[in-house]
């Protein structure tokens, strides 16, 4: 079934709006008018606004990026949501560790590490904030 311009055109109009050519002209380059005519004659008219919104998001991140598109998208969210959930399981770790170490009452005690055969980058975090920690304890029992 081939679709004419002005049904092309009614489309446009009726579904992306008068308002948003950007948005047509990013679909439209994407997806090509014809299939995006196809895809929304498929759709039930209730769905095709939501269907348009979609297309031009698919669209827009395609022409951001044409190799993963919005699976690239995602999978860099992911990444670095694990990164920031690995991250603060880390410093609640530390804080848990510190913490019980604060509340000893061997004043002689000498804290060391609390992890053990971690990565380089988390070692030096810890070590900084294990000597950011003994400074300010020092300043502390001066005063």
């Given amino acids: 079934m081939e679709i004419s311009r002005a049904e092309v055109k009614a489309l446009k109009k009726q579904r992306v709006g008068q308002n948003e050519p950007k948005k047509f002209a990013k679909v439209h380059k994407v997806f090509g008018a014809s299939n995006v005519s196809k895809i929304l004659i498929e759709v039930p008219e209730e769905q095709q606004e939501d269907t348009v919104n979609s297309l031009a998001y698919v669209a827009e991140v395609r022409l951001g990026d044409p190799v993963y598109g919005c ?3 995602i999978a860099v969210l992911q990444r670095k949501m694990i ?8 410093a609640r770790a530390c804080l848990a560790w510190y913490t019980s170490a604060m509340g000893s009452t061997d004043d002689d005690r000498v804290i060391t590490k609390p992890f053990d055969g971690l990565s ?8 900084s904030f294990s000597q950011n920690l003994s400074y300010e304890l020092n300043q502390e029992s001066r005063v």
């Avoid at 990164?83 to 880390?90: E, V, Y």
């Avoid at 380089?120 to 070590?127: F, K, P, Q």
């Fill in 83 to 90: 990164q920031l959930q690995h991250d603060l399981a880390l």
């Fill in 120 to 127: 380089a980058d988390c070692e030096e975090c810890i070590d």
């Fill in 71 to 73: 699976i690239g998208a």
